[in-house]
């Protein structure tokens, strides 16, 4: 059996007295994708900023191809390289167009040829529908194209895996749809993800395997996600999913 590409084992960080990750053990798989849900303030995005570098663990281990990345000493700048984060907020920076802002890492970080980074960032933005805004700057575009483009820029580094935190939740309704087709349409290529997002419909259409988080520890982790949104093996888990068939 091939060995995960990721693996948490016995992660705890704490913030002060609170302990926002409490034991945490997971594996994923080259191509895996894997939803985490619960709670706000259950843990999930800590633990994807603890898997990027943006927040330090207490004890622990985090793997990325075997290696460890959670200790002193890590070059987070490439690691980076390989963990590609989108983040609620898009970040975009405003007085750059958006071909710009998709080549500023390749260009500057990765030391790539500019005529050959633009072409595969012209390429991304096509499959994402946004090659015509190539040359538009983020306060022209909108909320759901600009996430769309923070999506384009983490892929230009061509990262073995992409983390996306609750990327929806600062979107309109109508705007949701167009960013979750994106994913849908990298999980069908393949690419390793871990998901936080409070669209249930969603993370059971695109999931590999469900974890679900409650008070920072790992209630459930399902490799069914149908059978685990039809009927959860914790009592926890059952009535958070409950609030969401009822709404």
């Known amino acids: 059996m091939e060995s995960p590409i990721l693996t948490l084992k016995h992660v705890n960080k704490y913030y002060g007295e609170t302990q926002a990750l409490a034991d945490i053990q997971l594996d994923v798989a080259k191509g895996e994708v894997v939803t985490i849900i619960g709670q706000s303030g259950c843990g999930k995005s800590t633990a994807l900023r603890c898997i990027n ?27 980076r390289q390989k963990i590609g984060m989108v983040f609620q907020k898009y970040d975009l920076f405003p007085h750059m167009t958006v071909l710009d802002n998709v080549l500023l890492a390749p260009l500057k970080v990765q030391k790539r040829k500019k ?15 946004l090659e015509d805004k190539a040359h538009s700057f983020p306060r022209q575009l909108s909320g759901g194209q600009q996430q769309r483009v923070a999506i384009v820029r983490a892929l230009m580094t061509h990262p073995e895996i992409m983390l996306f935190d609750e990327v929806t939740a600062a979107l309109d309704p109508e705007m949701i749809r167009e960013v979750l087709n994106v994913i849908l349409d990298l999980a069908k290529d393949g690419m390793t993800m871990l998901i936080v997002t409070h669209e249930m419909a969603f993370a059971e259409a695109v999931s590999d395997k469900i974890v679900f988080m409650e008070k920072g520890n790992i209630v459930e982790i399902s490799d069914d996600p149908k059978a685990f949104f039809k009927q959860p093996q914790s009592q926890r888990a059952n009535e958070f999913i409950n609030t969401f068939r009822f709404q």
């Open 115 to 129: 005529d050959e980074a633009a072409e595969e960032a012209i390429a991304l933005l096509k499959r994402v529908g």
């Open 53 to 79: 570098g943006l927040e330090e663990i207490q004890s622990g281990s985090i793997l990325l191809d075997g290696k460890e990345i959670a200790a002193a000493g890590t070059n987070w700048k490439e690691v």
